[in-house]
Nanobody, 124 residues
Framework: QVQLVESGGGLVQAGGSLRLSCAASGTIFRINAMGWYRQAPGKQRELVARIPSVGTTNYADSVKGRFTISRDNAKNTVYLQMNSLKPEDTAVYYC??????????????????WGQGTQVTVSS
């Protein structure tokens, strides 16, 4: 059973930094794109950053130059380094990954998986 587990959220002052981690576990054949989304109260969930298995990363305009997404394929883990945090970054951050699981030795079609979310609160 494939599962995404997030960690690293918390309370930080404006201008501070946090590093989010999301580790995928289970019988995984391949992890394709991975990304981070966030949802603030009263707002729609939005893409923060995305990193494909091959290719360039992309970021929401609001976080460009401040956030960095990376991945460690050997650990099936994606990270989000958040610097120069602002109060408007306050949200629940969700990890997402397009994963092809393995069942009885055979790969299955890829689909999206979500982490449980981790709260990031930036105080002014």
């Amino acid at each position: 059973q494939v599962q995404l587990v997030e960690s690293g959220g918390g309370l930080v002052q404006a201008g501070g930094s946090l590093r989010l981690s999301c580790a995928a576990s289970g019988t995984i054949f391949r992890i394709n794109a991975m990304g981070w989304y966030r949802q603030a109260p009263g707002k729609q969930r939005e893409l923060v950053a995305r990193i494909p298995s091959v290719g360039t990363t992309n970021y929401a305009d609001s976080v460009k130059g401040r956030f960095t997404i990376s991945r460690d394929n050997a650990k099936n883990t994606v990270y989000l380094q958040m610097n120069s945090l602002k109060p408007e970054d306050t949200a629940v951050y969700y990890c997402n990954a397009d994963i092809s699981p393995t069942e009885r030795g055979f790969p299955k079609p890829g689909r999206g998986y979500w982490g449980q979310g981790t709260q990031v609160t930036v105080s002014s």
